[in-house]
C-alpha cells in the first residue's frame, strides 16, 4: 500500500464519526463511514476491496446521499495505479 497525499477533510471525518455512532446507520454506511475516518489525517488510501464497495455505492440507487458522500471521498483516496 503506497502512500496518499490526499486525505478525508475534517468536515467529513466528522460526519463519518456521527455516522458510527448512529443506530440508524446501515451496515455499508457504518463500513464507509469507518473507511473515511481511517483517511483522516493519515496517509492511508482506500484498498482495493473498499475501493470496488465505494465504485458499486456511487453507481447505486440505494445508497443515501451520506453513503454516496463517503463513497466518493474513498474512490478519490483510491490508488491512482489500479
Known amino acids: 500500500?503506497?502512500?496518499?497525499?490526499?486525505?478525508?477533510?475534517?468536515?467529513?471525518?466528522?460526519?463519518a464519526?456521527?455516522?458510527l455512532q448512529d443506530d440508524k446507520t446501515s451496515a455499508?454506511?457504518?463500513?464507509?463511514?469507518?473507511?473515511v475516518l481511517?483517511?483522516?489525517?493519515?496517509g492511508k488510501e482506500t484498498g482495493k476491496a473498499m475501493e470496488g464497495v465505494a465504485s458499486k455505492g456511487l453507481k447505486s440507487d440505494h445508497y443515501s446521499d451520506q453513503n454516496k458522500s463517503f463513497a466518493a471521498s474513498l474512490v478519490s483516496q483510491s490508488n491512482n495505479d489500479r
Do not use: C
Open 38 to 42: 481511517s483517511q483522516a489525517a493519515t
Open 17 to 19: 464519526a456521527r455516522a
Open 1 to 15: 500500500m503506497g502512500t496518499n497525499t490526499k486525505q478525508s477533510s475534517a468536515k467529513l471525518a466528522n460526519e
Open 28 to 35: 455499508i454506511g457504518k463500513q464507509l463511514a469507518a473507511s
